[in-house]
């Protein structure tokens, strides 16, 4: 005669395991709501941070006397019909800046186009570069 053993207390033994096959499916798709959540948020990530809206590189400089350099960039942006402002400088031997120019990008036909400005010098130029770009134009370079 076989004889089921009694019920253990729950109090003292706490409550009896799930089956194995139970355990295997609560893992698994715990591992797949966090792959997900994982995805979600990776293409947020890539949506807020996928890059500028506007990007400028120097094209060229030449100093033209010892206290102004002439400066060409080239911008790109995403949305050429939206104005942008880029801010050129001046370096001298050391290193130093020694002349900053703010110059606003017209809207354009074109998603890349080339500017070129003069940067006053204090001191001795050395080379001219370009510290950025960006599309909030501040008041006063847009023309009234």
Same mark, same amino acid.
């Given at each position: ?8 207390? $729950?109090?003292?033994? =706490? &409550? ?6 139970? &355990?295997? &499916?609560?893992?698994?798709?715990? @591992? ?15 949506? &807020?941070?996928?890059?500028? /809206? ?12 010892? %206290? ?16 942008? $402002? ?6 001298? %031997?050391? @290193?130093?800046?020694? =002349? ?27 080379? @001219? /570069?370009?510290? @950025?770009? =960006?599309?909030?134009?501040? =008041? ?5």
């Amino acid at each position: 005669m076989t004889e089921t053993p009694p019920p253990l207390p $729950h109090e003292r033994y =706490g &409550r009896t395991r799930l089956p194995a096959t139970t &355990r295997r &499916r609560v893992a698994f798709a715990l @591992g797949v709501l966090v792959l997900a959540a994982g995805l979600v948020l990776a293409l947020i990530a890539y949506q &807020r941070f996928e890059g500028n /809206d506007v990007e400028g590189t120097i094209a060229a400089y030449q100093v033209t006397d010892d %206290h102004t350099v002439s400066v060409t960039i080239s911008v790109t942006r995403k949305d050429p019909s939206r104005p942008v $402002h880029c801010i050129v400088r001046v370096r001298s %031997h050391d @290193g130093d800046e020694t =002349g900053r120019r703010e110059i606003l990008v017209p809207p354009s036909q074109a998603a890349t186009v080339q500017v070129t400005t003069f940067v006053k010098s204090y001191k001795r130029p050395f080379v @001219g /570069d370009i510290y @950025g770009c =960006g599309t909030d134009v501040p =008041g006063y370079l847009v023309a009234p």
